[in-house]
């Protein structure tokens, strides 16, 4: 599966923002779909995922409450709702997929471009 995230930008703190992630190629049904980020400087990390048919969400303790992960599988579609944003949720966020609920959490099998978001006043 070929995943795009998109949806980034620059934001003030306190703000809302969503991101999007396009998949095509296979069935993106059969897909757990993960979101993670990198800040400058740090490595990347596990932001939350959701299972195939939408009704299960897990996120890290860092986000939780602030984000909300949902998808439309007719759509072909993932999408990461931030709100209450703050300076250090800036970093380049990335869509992942895999058929493995435990492999995507650490180690997911397709990876999208990422998307820059930045939180500055």
């Known amino acids: 599966v070929q995943l795009q995230a998109s949806g980034g930008g620059l934001v003030q703190p306190g703000d809302s923002l969503t991101l999007s992630c396009a998949a095509s190629?296979?069935?993106?049904?059969?897909?757990?779909v993960g979101w993670f980020r990198q800040a400058p400087g740090k490595e990347r990390e596990f932001v939350g995922s959701?299972?195939?048919?939408?009704?299960?969400?897990y996120y890290d303790d860092s986000v939780k409450g602030r984000f909300t992960i949902s998808r439309d599988n007719a759509k072909n579609a993932a999408y990461l709702q931030m709100s209450a944003l703050k300076p250090e949720d800036t970093a380049i966020y990335y869509c992942?997929?895999?058929?493995?609920?435990?492999?995507?959490?650490?180690?997911?099998?397709?990876w999208g471009q990422g998307t820059l978001v930045t939180v500055s006043s």
């Open positions: 992942a997929a895999d058929q493995n609920w435990e492999r995507l959490q650490k180690h997911p099998g397709y």
């Open positions: 959701i299972n195939q048919r939408g009704a299960i969400t």
């Open positions: 190629g296979r069935t993106f049904s059969n897909f757990y």
